[in-house]
C-alpha cells in the first residue's frame, strides 16, 4: 500500500486529518518542558478565507512565541490536494486576496505553456557551445530541468 492509499478523498476528509494532526501537535507541545509557551505556538487561528471556483484558501495565524508577532500561514484546499505555505515575516494580512490571486494564476497555468516557457528559457541560455554555467541556482534548475525533459 503507498502513502497515498491512506489518504481521504475529498475536502472535508483532508481537513479532518489535519485536525488531528493539528490535536497531536498540540498534545506534544502540551507535555514539553515549556508546555505554555509551546501550546501557543500550537494555536493557529483562521483570519481571512476566500474561494475560487472549487478551490479555497484559508490565511492562518500563529502567534510567535519569541517575538509575540504573528506568523502567517496560507493553506490551499482543491478537492483532494492540500498545499500550505509559510510567509514572510513582514507579510500582512491585507496582502491576503492579491497572493491568493497571483498563486491561483500560477497554479492552474497547463503544463504545455511551462514546458513551452521552459524551452524559451533554454533558448536563451543556450549557446552552439552549450549552456553558459554560471553554477548559480537558477543555472542548476534549468540544468535538471534540461535533463529531465531530455
Given at each position: 500500500?503507498?502513502?497515498?492509499?491512506?489518504?481521504?478523498?475529498?475536502?472535508?476528509?483532508?481537513?479532518?486529518?489535519?485536525?488531528?494532526?493539528?490535536?497531536?501537535?498540540?498534545?506534544?507541545?502540551?507535555?514539553?518542558?515549556n508546555a505554555t509557551a509551546e501550546a501557543e505556538l500550537c494555536d493557529v487561528s483562521l483570519v481571512a478565507e476566500t474561494e475560487i471556483s472549487d478551490r479555497r484558501y484559508e490565511l492562518r495565524a500563529r502567534e510567535c512565541v519569541k517575538c509575540?508577532?504573528?506568523?502567517?500561514?496560507?493553506?490551499?484546499?482543491?478537492?483532494?490536494?492540500?498545499?500550505?505555505?509559510?510567509?514572510?515575516?513582514?507579510?500582512?494580512?491585507?496582502?491576503?486576496?492579491?497572493?491568493?490571486?497571483?498563486?491561483?494564476?500560477?497554479?492552474?497555468?497547463?503544463?504545455?505553456?511551462?514546458?513551452?516557457?521552459?524551452?524559451?528559457e533554454l533558448d536563451r541560455v543556450n549557446s552552439p557551445y552549450g549552456i553558459k554555467a554560471d553554477w548559480s541556482y537558477s543555472f542548476r534548475l534549468i540544468e535538471y530541468g534540461r535533463q529531465r525533459v531530455s
Open positions: 500500500m503507498s502513502a497515498t492509499d491512506s489518504l481521504p478523498e475529498d475536502i472535508e476528509g483532508l481537513k479532518s486529518l489535519l485536525r488531528e494532526k493539528d490535536a497531536e501537535l498540540a498534545q506534544a507541545c502540551a507535555t514539553a518542558s509575540g508577532k504573528p506568523h502567517y500561514e496560507i493553506w490551499r484546499w482543491c478537492r483532494a490536494s492540500f498545499a500550505r505555505w509559510l510567509m514572510r515575516p513582514e507579510f500582512q494580512p491585507d496582502e491576503f486576496l492579491e497572493f491568493v490571486s497571483n498563486i491561483d494564476e500560477e497554479l492552474l497555468t497547463p503544463p504545455h505553456i511551462l514546458l513551452y516557457d521552459f524551452q524559451q
